[in-house]
């Protein structure tokens, strides 16, 4: 039973931490600081690991840090537009992700590890391949920075939440932009999905925390249920929600 008491406390050695992830096996923790450093400790002993140094020369604030499914591989999102995958046992940098154009907010492993999703200031975010280091696809729409992103727990699904106010949901196989949620007042700082993948939580600027369906119909199937079952066309919050990357007009056959 939780009794909200304060455990162990970690300090850092460099500035405001921004970022902490547990290993999949529960052994480490690890936390990313303002000033270009990724700390690791053992939660058996409590004792700190050595420091790995993120960036050279300049300090740039290390914005998010994640573990790969298998505990083998550390990713760290940076202010200096770059992502950079570490070996966690070796502490030896495995590979630099380059491509945006602006702060990296975000990391995020597929569930089977062979994908990383990251966000950015430059209002994308990105699917790149493990493996070879390189964009797999660009994820385009957003009209603001892009702060969080999320997988699905099947792999399926890829969840942004921005500074333009909106959720999105992106096929991962095809990169397409699959719903848009709309409804906060202010900026997305963060998206996660439940267990089960059928919902979605959102935390606002504005000051909520929200809950939405992220089940996703058959785009095709789902048209025509809703034009059999109406005189008319898709309503206009319809067709953003099932016509995403497709031109807008008339949908359903006019009768």
Not at 121 to 144: E, I
Not at 147 to 158: E, H, I
Not at 163 to 187: I, N, P, Q
């Amino acid at each position: 039973m939780a009794t909200g008491k304060r455990g162990r406390t970690f300090s850092a050695d460099n500035g405001s931490v921004w970022s902490v992830a547990f290993s999949p096996d529960g052994r480490t923790l690890a936390a990313v600081n303002e000033w270009n450093t990724a700390q690791l400790w053992d939660l058996a002993t409590g004792k700190a690991r050595p420091t790995i140094v993120v960036t050279e020369g300049a300090g740039f604030a290390v914005k998010s840090v994640e573990f790969s499914p298998d505990g083998r591989t550390l990713a760290t999102a940076i202010a200096d537009t770059t992502v950079r995958l570490w070996d966690v046992t070796t502490r030896r940098r495995r590979a630099t992700l380059v491509g945006h154009t602006n702060k990296v907010q975000s990391v995020a492993f597929s569930p089977e590890g062979q994908t990383l999703a990251t966000a950015s200031d430059d209002q994308t975010a990105r699917l790149w391949s493990v493996p070879t280091a390189k964009t797999r696809t660009t994820l385009t729409g957003h009209t603001g920075p892009v702060y969080s992103v999320a997988f699905s727990p099947d792999g399926r699904t890829l969840a942004t939440g921005s500074d333009d106010k909106t959720v999105r949901l992106w096929e991962v196989r095809t990169g397409k932009a699959r719903a848009t949620f709309a409804g906060h007042t202010g900026a997305v700082y963060s998206v996660a999905f439940s267990p089960d993948g059928r919902t979605l939580a959102t935390a606002s600027d504005d000051r909520t925390v929200r809950l939405w369906d992220a089940v996703l119909p058959d785009t095709d199937a789902a048209i025509e249920t809703i034009c059999r079952n109406v005189n008319d066309d898709l309503t206009q919050d319809q067709q953003v929600s099932l016509l995403l990357g497709r031109p807008v007009g008339r949908v359903c056959p006019a009768t």
